[in-house]
């Protein structure tokens, strides 16, 4: 089940534990290391997984990355086209996961876009607010069980999040 909890007051000292953690697994390859995600968003209900976004100078070869992150129990999951601007990775392997890794070049569009999205709701909580209202409805109607209710979960906030962010690149 996908499951929206309030908001928790250990979710920035988890991201940076966790980030801590994923700096020493990939040294110098790290550009910058950003909570993003819901749970960066002080005092909105989220999922409870920790969204990171990695910034590198270059996602080539993929495969170093795999290789660097599989110590510290990050599994990479291919979603095609995708992994050539935003491979994902997860852990545990299994589902939920805990925390979530999101490689991205550094000062590439999709960087600018996660860091501007997160920026705008944690300073428009009646935006945030909306958000999380989405969310709670769209968990209702996706139930996670499966890796395509997942996906339709994420890809049903698309409108939402693009609305954001034309404001928030205005």
């Not at 935003?86 to 876009?113: G, M």
């Not at 989405?134 to 890809?155: P, V």
Request: include cysteine.
């Amino acid at each position: 089940m996908i499951t929206i909890v309030p908001y928790d007051e250990a979710w920035p000292s988890m991201f940076q534990s966790e980030a801590k953690l994923i700096q020493s697994a990939l040294g110098p390859l790290v550009r910058r290391v950003e909570h993003v995600g819901s749970t960066s968003i002080p005092g909105i209900a989220a999922k409870p997984v920790i969204d990171i976004q990695v910034s590198v100078l270059t996602l080539e070869p993929l495969s170093t990355y795999i290789r660097l992150l599989f110590p510290i129990d990050y599994t990479h999951f291919a979603l095609g086209d995708f992994d050539l601007i935003y491979p994902f990775f997860q852990k545990p392997a299994t589902w939920p996961s805990t925390h979530n890794v999101h490689l991205c070049v550094e000062r590439s569009d999709i960087e600018r876009k996660h860091i501007a999205f997160r920026d705008y709701l944690r300073s428009h909580a009646d935006v945030a607010t909306e958000y999380v209202a989405l969310k709670h409805k769209l968990a209702i109607e996706n139930h996670g069980t499966t890796l395509e209710s997942r996906e339709r979960y994420s890809l049903s906030k698309s409108d939402f999040v693009a609305a954001v962010l034309k404001m928030a690149l205005s």
